[in-house]
């Protein structure tokens, strides 16, 4: 039987109060755009659950950015509890450790369809461990000290701690939550898997999906964004970049954050291969436009005001909204299983792998064997450092560690290494461009005047590259 959605939005002119002025003697309301809210089965609002999302956007900051952001996810997390609740008919301070033990296990012992376990056994620590916070707000809110804690409660949790580089972070845990899975570190995708997905979006039916999807994948492989920063890129950042003097133009990436409770826009900009902007362009120019021009005019004969009017590169081809980052996930997974690709190939993978590939020059231009050696560069090289952090989207150096592990390297002559790197990653997107292009002529999809232009445009970008 199909599960009841427990998790909804509000309406985008919804207003929640906020605070009690005693002076005027009212509430004082604010419109929340994007909160999400968490229900019963049954439909009916879970007051506390709404209490402690409510918290954690007011005091904690939690983005609801466009998709609900962080507040979303801790919604999503929530859900499990309140259906394993209402499946008992309990209250959630009527949760024993008896209870959270069957709770967790039934979490564990979730499957697929095909047989497989629905979630790994770090998920089911998250979701315990996000669970025992939410419990312990509901225990305040209720004034019951004897609901959880660490001694003589009828649900017991500990409060632990551990150290992330300088920062102490703690957190609760609970006797029947499991160990975490050995964490994987995900490889960098292949140029064969990139090939063959390249392969199967051309051999799509629609014309219009077709261009869209090879400019998405030609995105993620050339800028090495998170799906938040590709989902957000805009058509006059595109344009921006392609009319640049430069011979390796500069892209700007908008990443969002949440300070307070306004969604502020954070950006970086990221060097990235003329050849990659101008697919980009071809596509937001030809078949963006259309798309977008079509479904207005449609509006405007139903008597429909709500034109689309956003600056957003991808968008869906039946609706014209932009795609959400959630979607594109759904894409890759889907094309990683139509190929046979397991796992690594999804859009996080292509960060991974553009992360990899610039360590992997510096390794080659300096023939390095010692990675705590690039570390001591930069501790000591801080314009680099702040460089490549920009270009990674990293806020330190220790998010950078996975990738170090696969490819590390000495730091020094800071402006040349930096340029060098820029044009082979500029090359190696070329090499991606040539690959497409036999496909193209492979399966027909490329006419012999289009191909001299696209081989003008490329033999140019490549000269260019040379001097640079």
């Known amino acids: 039987m199909k599960k009841h959605k427990l998790v909804e939005k509000l309406n985008d002119d919804a207003e929640i109060p906020f605070s009690y002025d005693e002076f005027d ?44 952001g962080t507040a979303k996810a801790n919604a999503s997390i929530l859900s499990h509890i309140i259906r394993f609740c209402f499946d008992n008919s309990i209250h959630f ?28 056994n770090t998920r089911v620590v998250e979701i315990g461990r996000h669970t025992l916070r939410f419990l312990i707000f509901v225990g305040k809110k209720h004034y019951d000290k004897y609901f959880i804690g660490e001694k003589a409660c009828r649900l017991t949790c500990f409060e632990l701690e551990y150290k992330e580089g300088n920062v102490s972070r703690k957190y609760f845990n609970h006797l029947s939550l499991p ?18 997905l390249y392969k199967l979006v051309d051999e799509g039916s629609s014309k219009s999906l077709i261009a869209r999807d090879s400019c998405l994948i030609k995105a993620f492989d050339a800028t090495g964004g998170r799906r938040s920063e590709v989902a957000n890129l805009r058509v006059p950042d595109v344009e921006k970049a392609l009319s640049s003097d430069e011979e390796i ?13 306004e969604d502020l826009e954070v950006d970086r900009e990221i060097p990235i291969y003329r050849g990659t902007l101008r697919a980009i362009n071809k596509y937001i120019k030809r078949t963006r436009s259309r798309i977008i021009k079509k479904i207005n005019k449609g509006r405007i004969a139903k008597g429909n005001k709500n034109i689309i009017d956003h600056d957003f590169v991808f968008i869906s081809e039946t609706t014209g909204n932009p795609l959400s980052a959630d979607s594109i996930t759904t894409m890759f997974n889907n094309w990683a299983k139509a190929i046979g690709v397991k796992g690594d190939l999804i859009a996080h993978a292509f960060r991974h792998s553009y992360i990899t590939n610039i360590l992997a020059m510096l390794i080659k231009d300096f023939e390095l064997k010692e990675k705590n050696e690039l570390k001591a560069k930069f501790a000591t090289d801080k314009v680099f450092k702040l460089k490549l952090l920009s270009w990674t989207g990293h806020k330190s150096l220790k998010s950078l560690n996975n990738y170090i592990h696969l490819a590390f390297g000495d730091l020094s002559g800071i402006n040349a290494t930096m340029d060098k790197v820029m044009v082979l990653s500029s090359v190696n997107s070329a090499q ?25 445009y490329l033999l140019g970008d490549l000269e260019g590259l040379l001097q640079a």
């Open 25 to 68: 003697v009212e509430y004082r309301y604010k419109n929340v755009m994007n909160m999400p809210t968490l229900n019963w089965p049954n439909s009916v609002p879970c007051v506390e659950a709404n209490l402690y999302l409510l918290s954690g956007i007011m005091n904690k900051s939690w983005s609801i950015k466009r998709d609900g």
């Open 179 to 196: 160990s975490k899975d050995v964490y994987v570190r995900r490889l960098p995708v292949a140029l064969a898997d990139v090939a063959k």
């Open 93 to 120: 301070c009527e949760l024993t450790d008896s209870y959270f033990e069957l709770f967790v296990k039934r979490l564990m012992m979730e499957k697929k369809k095909d047989g497989t376990k629905y979630r790994s």
């Open 432 to 456: 991606k461009e040539i690959i497409e292009l036999r496909q193209k002529i492979a399966n027909g999809k490329i006419n012999a005047s289009e191909l001299i232009d696209e081989m003008d």
């Open 249 to 261: 133009p500069m892209l700007r990436l908008i990443t969002l954050k949440q300070k307070g409770h």
